[in-house]
């Protein structure tokens, strides 16, 4: 199960954190990430990082690079998601994702962002 917080409204310029906390077969999952989807449009990748490396590796999408920082606290079973420099286009429900490997996926429930210019 995934749960994520920290979904609000903001003004252009802002910053917002947001959580996503796992549980259950945790020692499972590989990689865990976020995604959002915008009214209108499909779903697509913001960041991802690797949950079972000593290393974190991380990836993300170009039009957040410089701005959103991913980040993973395993001891909690949480991976954050540090929004700095909002513009409105950042609006949008944002879902976390947690994978196990061989299409083994989960998602959360989403969180609202949404940036006022």
């Known amino acids: 199960q995934l749960v994520e917080s920290g979904g609000g409204l903001v003004q252009a310029g802002g910053s917002l954190r947001l959580s996503c906390v796992a549980s259950?077969?945790?020692?499972?999952?590989?990689?865990m990430g976020w995604y959002r989807q915008a009214p209108g449009k499909q779903r697509e990748v913001v960041a991802g990082?690797?949950?079972?490396?000593?290393?974190?590796?991380?990836t993300y999408a170009d039009s957040v690079k410089g701005r959103f920082t991913i980040s993973r606290d395993n001891a909690k079973n949480t991976v954050y998601l540090q929004m700095n420099s909002l513009e409105p286009e950042d609006t949008a429900v944002y879902y976390c994702?947690?994978?196990?490997?061989?299409?083994?996926?989960?998602w959360g429930q989403g969180t609202q962002v949404t940036v006022s210019s």
């Open positions: 990082i690797s949950t079972g490396t000593t290393k974190a590796y991380t």
């Open positions: 259950g077969s945790i020692s499972s999952i590989t990689a």
């Open positions: 994702k947690a994978d196990r490997g061989r299409g083994n996926v989960s």
